[in-house]
């Protein structure tokens, strides 16, 4: 069984910029979740999707966005690129309520 | 709200010896809580969950870990570390009600093992 997928793997982008992020779910599964890895502020929770819709967002600027398809993949947007953005982004994704989130292997976004 | 503290962001051990990574949670619900490795450039792997089931768990790679109500703790522990187990370590706290089940985490421990 194919785990959560990815894309890109790194990008790297220059302050002002867009960035865009994709997510693949395990077959089945229809919850999406965003995480952030930055240096020095461990691992924060950015958005929840499930069903195609936006369940709860985490302390971030709206700045950050995404959205989750009908075939339950999702793409987050970081638009206005700042230094600080510069970070290890995880999706996790999950088949249903009382079960755990598996994780991709995220996606490392440079802002240089 | 929830929040976990994991206690010694960095532990070493020798090769054979035992484990132990600390975790205490902080919920005002009920809570799943699961621990979750993390090797370098990679994701999260979910070693095992605590879903009000049994208290003490037992996941993959040996690792099982305790969960004690009255002291709010979920400590993971492995009788016998092997030089694989070199990773970080994070604890998760989410809560049981539906509609707010993002995962809090706790700031991770680096484990080190020694030859």
């Known amino acids: 069984e194919a785990g959560v997928t990815q894309s890109p793997t790194h990008l790297i982008k220059t302050r002002g910029q867009q960035a865009t992020l994709r997510c693949s779910p395990i077959?089945?599964?229809?919850?999406v979740y965003w995480y952030q890895q930055a240096l020095g502020l461990g691992l924060q929770f950015l958005l929840w999707?499930?069903?195609?819709?936006?369940?709860n967002r985490g302390n971030f600027p709206p700045r950050f966005s995404g959205r989750q398809f009908p075939n339950y993949s999702s793409e987050l947007n970081v638009n206005a690129l700042e230094l600080e953005d510069s970070a290890l982004y995880l999706c996790?994704?999950?088949?249903?309520?009382?079960?755990?989130?598996?994780f991709g292997d995220g996606t490392r976004l440079s802002i240089l | 709200a929830q929040s976990v503290t994991q206690l010694g962001s960095h532990v070493s051990v020798s090769e054979g010896a035992l484990v132990l990574l600390r975790c205490n949670y902080s919920?005002?619900?009920?809570?799943?809580l699961f621990w979750y490795v993390q090797y370098p450039n990679q994701g999260l792997q979910l070693l095992l969950k605590?879903?009000?089931?049994?208290?003490l768990v037992k996941g993959i790679n040996g690792f099982e870990a305790e969960f004690k109500k009255s002291e709010t703790s979920f400590h993971l522990t492995k009788p016998s570390a092997h030089m694989s187990d070199a990773a970080e370590y994070f604890c998760?706290?989410?809560?049981?009600?539906?509609?707010?089940?993002?995962?809090?985490f706790g700031t991770g421990t680096r484990l080190t093992i020694i030859p």
């Open positions: 919920s005002s619900v009920p809570p799943y």
């Open positions: 999707y499930d069903e195609g819709e936006e369940r």
């Open positions: 605590y879903t009000s089931a049994a208290t």
């Open positions: 998760a706290v989410s809560p049981l009600n539906f509609g707010n089940e993002k995962l809090t």
């Open positions: 996790a994704t999950r088949e249903g309520s009382n079960q755990p989130q598996h």
């Open positions: 077959s089945g599964h229809t919850s």
